[in-house]
């Protein structure tokens, strides 16, 4: 049974991912950069995103490729980007298992990579 708080969580996340790949969480450079690391915006899935400061933004993604991300991206100058590999979906699953609840956004984002897989 789907408990309201994962519910709303999921709802949280999906219009999430709609604006981020309508361009619309953050400025062109953000995209860009994120393309520069080859991520491909279709079939990425945001996890989490940020405003921190003038025009830098953190949080979390899962590539097309399956890999998780945290960044920290620099809008205005990319030399102070930072991209921090965190393994794969399943390394990352496992290492996180019994540490998250049911609705957080990267038990969600994970299950939703592995339903689009599995098609």
Same mark, same amino acid.
């Given at each position: ?57 953190? =949080?979390? @993604?899962?590539?097309?490729?399956? $890999? &998780?991300?945290?960044? !920290? *991206? ?23 298992? =019994?540490? @998250?609840?049911?609705?957080?956004? $990267? &038990?969600?984002?994970? !299950? *939703? ?7």
């Amino acid at each position: 049974m789907v408990t309201l708080k994962v519910r709303k969580a999921k709802e949280n996340l999906f219009l999430l991912n709609k604006m981020y790949h309508e361009f619309e969480v953050a400025p062109e450079e953000f995209y860009l950069q994120l393309k520069a690391r080859g991520v491909n915006i279709d079939l990425s899935i945001l996890i989490s995103v940020c405003p921190d400061g003038d025009n830098t933004y953190f =949080g979390s @993604l899962i590539n097309q490729l399956g $890999e &998780v991300f945290s960044f !920290d *991206i620099d809008c205005d100058d990319e030399k102070y980007s930072r991209w921090d590999s965190k393994g794969s979906v399943t390394s990352y699953k496992s290492m996180l298992h =019994g540490k @998250l609840k049911p609705w957080d956004a $990267e &038990v969600i984002a994970i !299950d *939703i990579f592995e339903k689009k897989q599995a098609r």
